[in-house]
């Protein structure tokens, strides 16, 4: 595991990641008691196209714990290796361009991940 930041790769240490796996958890416990909300109150199938708020908390946390990498910090053109808050500015142009390339791609692999998720839940016959 990188301890460093790389442009475009990693802009997150140990502490970061763990942080990114609490949200993932917690989007995942969104999306059971969303599930169980929606089936056990016998709503209309389209009530199932609302998990995918919950989903996309999950898949946020998920995706950028598992690339090691902050899609917000990304963004915003920093990183963190030190404690939890401590962030510190990227100083090249073309590292945050780097950084925001990774970002957007992480955006876009959260949300298709989200809609995968919302599509199985919508389409099974529960």
Excluded: H, W
């Excluded at 442009?7 to 995942?28: D, H, M, S, Y």
Aim: hydrophobic content about 50%; some cysteine; overall charge positive.
């Amino acid at each position: 595991m990188s301890s460093n930041y790389v442009p475009g790769t990693c802009n997150i240490g140990q502490g970061e990641i763990k942080r990114r796996q609490a949200v993932a958890i917690f989007g995942l416990f969104l999306i059971a008691i969303s599930s169980i909300g929606i089936l056990t109150t016998d709503q209309d199938r389209g009530a199932r196209l609302s998990i995918f708020i919950p989903a996309v908390i999950f898949s946020i946390g998920f995706v950028q714990s598992r690339k090691k990498f902050c899609l917000a910090y990304g963004l915003a053109g920093t990183f963190n290796f030190g404690k939890l808050g401590q962030i510190s500015k990227v100083q090249s142009l073309e590292d945050k361009k780097a950084d925001r390339k990774t970002a957007v791609f992480i955006l876009f692999q959260s949300v298709a991940l989200a809609g995968v998720i919302t599509a199985i839940f919508f389409v099974l016959p529960l």
